[in-house]
T-cell receptor, first 109, second 116 residues
Framework: GQNIDQPTEMTATEGAIVQINCTYQ??????LFWYQQHAGEAPTFLSY??LDGLEEKGRFSSFLSRSKGYSYLLLKELQMKDSASYLC??????????WGAGTKLIIKP | GAVVSQHPSWVICKSGTSVKIECRSL??????MFWYRQFPKQSLMLMAT?????????EQGVEKDKFLINHASLTLSTLTVTSAHPEDSSFYIC????????????FGPGTRLTVL
């Protein structure tokens, strides 16, 4: 079966750095997405990785290793507004998005 | 960026009634639209995929006759929850893409349905 694993919840301090990991086992691979979802709102796109390596976009970076079936989302200089759920999703061979359950990130002052 | 709207943003209805949710791509033509459901503290669950002008493809366990999907144009898809029951109360989210899912999906803001 297809499976995406990410931690259920993480806590970090304002101003610090946090890394959210995601491991996946899917039938084929056509890219990995990270989305941010605030409570009661729809997901918003953060990043897309299809090749191995690190993609940096401001305070957020995303890393992919296809051979290891592994990705992480790195958030720097954490702000209170970063408190949200972070969803990892992989497109399989049929271009269908397979979603992880999300990681709830709690930022403390 | 691409914008997707949903209407209504929230709705409360009585058990047994039907509710229609609209999903519109405002500044691009959406070849494919996706409908998701999300229960509290759970991940997104894909309900169905619809391509303009053809019948929707439903995921296993999703009742076609209960969740009617119409994708009549390249900018509009509708989801009708028929004979709604309290267990249908959920957050319904649509997304749209330009090329059968191979491109990025753009999400609507979601519709919160509460069935009394």
């Amino acid at each position: 079966g297809q499976n995406i694993d990410q931690p259920t919840e993480m806590t970090a301090t304002e101003g610090a750095i946090v890394q959210i990991n995601c491991t996946y086992q899917t039938s084929g691979f056509n890219g990995l997405f990270w989305y941010q979802q605030h409570a009661g709102e729809a997901p918003t796109f953060l990043s897309y990785n299809v090749l191995d390596g690190l993609e940096e976009k401001g305070r957020f970076s995303s890393f992919l290793s296809r051979s290891k079936g592994y990705s992480y989302l790195l958030l720097k200089e954490l702000q209170m507004k970063d408190s949200a759920s972070y969803l990892c999703a992989v497109k399989d061979s049929n271009y269908q998005l397979i979603w992880g359950a999300g990681t709830k990130l709690i930022i403390k002052p | 960026g691409a914008v997707v709207s949903q209407h209504p943003s929230w709705v409360i209805c009585k058990s047994g009634t039907s509710v229609k949710i609209e999903c519109r791509s405002l500044d691009f033509q959406a070849t494919t639209m996706f409908w998701y459901r999300q229960f509290p503290k759970q991940s997104l669950m894909l309900m169905a995929t619809s391509n303009e002008g053809s019948k929707a493809t439903y995921e296993q366990g999703v009742e076609k006759d209960k969740f009617l999907i119409n994708h009549a144009s390249l900018t509009l898809s509708t989801l009708t929850v028929t004979s709604a029951h309290p267990e249908d109360s959920s957050f319904y989210i649509c997304s749209a893409s330009t090329s059968g899912g191979a491109s990025e999906q753009f999400f609507g803001p979601g519709t919160r349905l509460t069935v009394l």
